[in-house]
T-cell receptor, first 113, second 115 residues
Framework: AQKITQTQPGMFVQEKEAVTLDCTYD???????LFWYKQPSSGEMIFLIY??????QNATEGRYSLNFQKARKSANLVISASQLGDSAMYFC??????????FGGGTRVLVKP | KAGVTQTPRYLIKTRGQQVTLSCSPI?????VSWYQQTPGQGLQFLFE???????NKGNFPGRFSGRQFSNSRSEMNVSTLELGDSALYLC??????????????FGPGTRLTVL
């Protein structure tokens, strides 16, 4: 079984600044994928970035980057140059074999102008 | 390419009734997963269907069931509704198999309110 912990229930960030969202996970599977999703108030889950457990380099996708520390079982999301549209809930999730995502509790981000 | 669609978007039911939610995956995707999201329990996996077969199941009572059709469209049914079933139900589709690298694409969700 997998477990995801997001310790920051909510945070404020100033527009144009960077923000780091914490995520730690626990899984016994040697092969797994880590995902970050954004959920605006509309409810839809929007895929942001993916990191495979065997990937040597940290994933990057535009303004999103992942600080992956496998030994610490940590996969923090960094959002650079925050925009007002980044205000949303952010979920970290892990997937081992099978198409079952296990999600963390989420972090609510509010970007201030 | 059209995204994942879910119908209806909003639903109000009363206790004891049953409800059916529908999900149409992205064209070519054969896997459909369902998740329940509530303020108290967060996002929880319900089940996954692949090629019309249930491949994975979460820890939900038998009142929750689903099926998948030959065109990969999926339906989820909840019988004898309880107040605690009020939630956002999200459907996600994924291409091909069940590898860890397969991204899941989510639909907009169906918000169910049980009165």
């Amino acid at each position: 079984a997998q477990k995801i912990t997001q310790t920051q229930p909510g945070m404020f960030v100033q527009e144009k600044e960077a923000v780091t969202l914490d995520c730690t996970y626990d899984t016994s599977d040697p092969s797994y994928g880590l995902f970050w999703y954004k959920q605006p108030s509309s409810g839809e889950m929007i895929f942001l970035i993916y990191q495979g457990s065997y990937d040597q380099q940290n994933a990057t996708e535009g303004r999103y980057s992942l600080n992956f520390q496998k030994a610490r079982k940590s996969a923090n999301l960094v959002i650079s140059a925050s925009q007002l549209g980044d205000s949303a809930m952010y979920f970290c999730a892990v997937k081992a074999a099978g198409n079952k995502l296990t999600f963390g509790g989420g972090t609510r981000v509010l970007v201030k102008p | 390419k059209a995204g994942v669609t879910q119908t209806p978007r909003y639903l109000i039911k009363t206790r004891g009734q049953q409800v059916t939610l529908s999900c149409s995956p992205i064209s070519g995707h054969r896997s459909v997963s369902w998740y329940q999201q509530t303020p108290g329990q967060g996002l929880q996996f319900l089940f996954e269907y692949f090629s019309e077969t249930q491949r994975n199941k979460g820890n939900f009572p038998g009142r929750f069931s689903g099926r998948q059709f030959s065109n990969s469209r999926s339906e989820m049914n909840v019988s004898t509704l309880e107040l605690g079933d009020s939630a956002l139900y999200l459907c996600a589709s994924s291409p091909l198999g069940a590898g860890v690298y397969n991204e899941q694409f989510f639909g907009p969700g169906t918000r169910l309110t049980v009165l």
